[in-house]
């Protein structure tokens, strides 16, 4: 695709520009509208103009001006994802790329550089290397996992709960992803602030987002060659030794693509759902009264405000139609999440509930649907449930329309959720939460690693688990619970 050739002048001049003041001015060559820059600060509003000018698929420009397609309809996104035989998430097919029309420093390149990963590879090689991601996925222990979203939870609530105020972006979304996904690689000695810090940097296509993703593969490089000489029961092990064979590069990259998908992923679901029920009293209500689970809640949240508003490149494996339009071999598409999701033709009320339907385009579709999705709504689930739980009166500390995105091409990032509530005591990470808590032990030597089975296991990590519930239960104050209260106690089973 060059810009020329969807030049809305009818020329093949692109120094016709449009005049100073007109409504066109500050597009692109050939009239196109920009992705990025001033004109593109709501993206959203930028792909509905898309949709009013072209339809369902649209042409447009990505940073330094590279031509692009921007699929905008839910049927046409899902046709694209699942025809592998007309087009192929292998970067090295893209044209934009084979000629240099991309260069190296470009700020997207993290994203859109080929790599050995299953989501770039086709036929066997695909099956082979996405085989040994989704065998990997089967060993994790998702109730073990839950329990330490649980843990994780409760240890970042305990370092706010007494101040009566926190900001719920930056100390409790953007950490717990992370906190959860270092202990299935199985490295919780690298979470810190600095691993989350680059993992944030690494999507923004800023000028340091390549000297981010630099350090995330030195970190999760130097695990590889750890696990390689000395095995565990961790996901990063299983990876290592599934019959696939995968060479430490292998390992190494598909590693980076689980935290970092999994991560970005499930931080602005946490942000998003929260900001929801803070500001949306009907939908509080609704979860409050026991209309809608946490889970519920979720999905509704994957409609409305999907983790990642887009995925790209995908790219023509020969000339096709799509939408109307003519997409020529080697161009680049764009699986818009965002815009399909609110494609008219399959939500024609936005307000409508979209409760019970999992037809969102949120873990995409195809040979190359998220195969973590399930890590994700796990983290979601348990902590937004753990930190109601702990917070019950939480309040948003701000007018809502104060409130601030950051907008990048791939996802809509909230930047800060300042909230307010009466001061809590903390709470023994080990217990289940709970708006009367078990007292913390002090001193409490926290660990986000949980007790390994080998014998190379931290003395630290071997506090007994939570006993079952049955046991452990604490007799309920003589005045009757409030109705979120009583939800809870029915969602979990009590």
């Known amino acids: 695709m060059t810009p020329e050739s969807h030049s809305q002048t009818g020329t093949d001049d692109t120094t016709l520009g449009p005049p100073p003041g007109c409504p066109a001015h500050g597009l692109g060559p050939g009239g196109l509208r920009r992705l990025y820059g001033p004109d593109a600060e709501d993206l959203g509003a930028v792909y509905e103009k898309l949709r009013a000018e072209h339809g369902v698929v649209a042409p447009a420009l990505l940073h330094e001006d590279v031509p692009i397609w921007v699929v905008l309809g839910h049927g046409e996104n899902m046709h694209m994802v699942r025809t592998p035989s007309q087009y192929s998430r292998d970067t090295q097919l893209w044209t934009a790329l084979q000629d240099g029309t991309i260069k190296p420093d470009h700020p997207l390149m993290p994203i859109v550089a080929w790599q050995p990963i299953c989501c770039h590879a086709e036929g066997d090689e695909h099956l082979r290397l996405?085989?040994?991601?989704?065998?990997?996925?089967?060993?994790?222990?998702?109730?073990?996992?839950?329990?330490?979203?649980?843990?994780?939870?409760?240890?970042?609530?305990?370092?706010?709960?007494?101040?009566?105020?926190?900001?719920?972006?930056?100390?409790?979304?953007?950490?717990?992803?992370?906190?959860?996904?270092?202990?299935?690689?199985?490295?919780?000695?690298?979470?810190?602030?600095?691993?989350?810090?680059?993992?944030?940097?690494?999507?923004?296509?800023t000028e340091t987002a390549i000297a981010s993703n630099a350090y995330l593969m030195d970190v999760?490089?130097?695990?590889?060659?750890?696990?390689?000489?000395?095995?565990?029961?961790?996901?990063?092990?299983?990876?290592?030794?599934?019959p696939a064979g995968l060479t430490d590069e292998?390992?190494?990259?598909?590693?980076?693509?689980?935290?970092?998908?999994?991560?970005?992923?499930?931080?602005?679901?946490?942000?998003?759902?929260?900001?929801?029920?803070?500001?949306?009293?009907?939908?509080?209500?609704?979860?409050?009264?026991?209309?809608?689970?946490?889970?519920?809640?979720?999905?509704?949240?994957?409609?409305?405000?999907?983790?990642?508003?887009?995925?790209?490149?995908?790219?023509?494996?020969?000339?096709?139609?799509?939408?109307?339009?003519?997409?020529?071999?080697?161009?680049?598409?764009?699986?818009?999440?965002?815009?399909?999701?609110?494609?008219?033709?399959?939500?024609?009320?936005?307000?409508?509930?979209?409760?019970?339907?999992?037809?969102?385009?949120?873990?995409?579709?195809?040979?190359?649907?998220?195969?973590?999705?399930?890590?994700?709504?796990?983290?979601?689930?348990?902590?937004?449930?753990?930190?109601?739980?702990?917070?019950?009166?939480?309040?948003?500390?701000?007018?809502?329309?104060?409130?601030?995105w950051r907008e990048s091409i791939s996802n809509r990032h909230l930047v800060e959720l300042p909230v307010k509530f009466a001061p809590k005591p903390q709470q023994d990470v080990m217990q289940r939460p709970?708006?009367?808590?078990?007292?913390?032990?002090?001193?409490?030597?926290?660990q986000v690693s949980t007790p390994q089975p080998q014998s190379q296991a931290q003395p630290q990590s071997t506090a007994p688990e939570p006993a079952a519930p049955t046991s452990v239960a604490t007799p309920e104050p003589a005045r009757r619970p409030g109705v979120f209260r009583r939800f809870l106690r029915w969602w979990r089973g009590n």
Request: proline share 6%.
């Open 434 to 446: 709970s708006i009367n808590p078990v007292p913390r032990q002090r001193p409490n030597n926290w």
């Open 130 to 205: 996405r085989g040994a991601v989704t065998g990997a996925m089967t060993t994790i222990d998702h109730r073990g996992l839950r329990r330490h979203i649980n843990r994780a939870t409760q240890h970042l609530v305990n370092k706010f709960c007494e101040e009566g105020r926190a900001e719920l972006v930056g100390q409790f979304a953007e950490h717990l992803p992370m906190a959860v996904m270092c202990e299935i690689l199985g490295m919780p000695e690298e979470y810190n602030d600095r691993i989350v810090q680059a993992a944030r940097d690494m999507l923004k296509g």
């Open 220 to 242: 999760l490089m130097r695990l590889t060659v750890r696990r390689r000489a000395e095995p565990r029961d961790d996901f990063t092990s299983h990876l290592i030794n599934h």
């Open 250 to 404: 292998e390992v190494g990259q598909h590693l980076r693509v689980v935290m970092i998908v999994s991560y970005e992923a499930t931080a602005n679901l946490l942000a998003n759902v929260l900001r929801v029920v803070l500001t949306d009293p009907g939908f509080r209500a609704r979860l409050n009264g026991g209309q809608m689970t946490v889970p519920q809640a979720v999905e509704q949240s994957l409609w409305d405000e999907p983790p990642f508003s887009a995925i790209l490149p995908y790219v023509a494996k020969q000339e096709t139609e799509l939408g109307g339009q003519r997409i020529r071999k080697g161009e680049g598409l764009i699986f818009g999440i965002a815009p399909g999701n609110v494609d008219p033709s399959v939500r024609p009320d936005l307000k409508a509930n979209m409760q019970g339907n999992r037809s969102h385009l949120a873990f995409g579709g195809g040979p190359h649907e998220c195969p973590g999705q399930d890590i994700g709504r796990a983290i979601a689930d348990v902590g937004i449930d753990a930190l109601l739980t702990r917070l019950p009166d939480v309040q948003l500390a701000c007018e809502e329309d104060e409130l601030r």
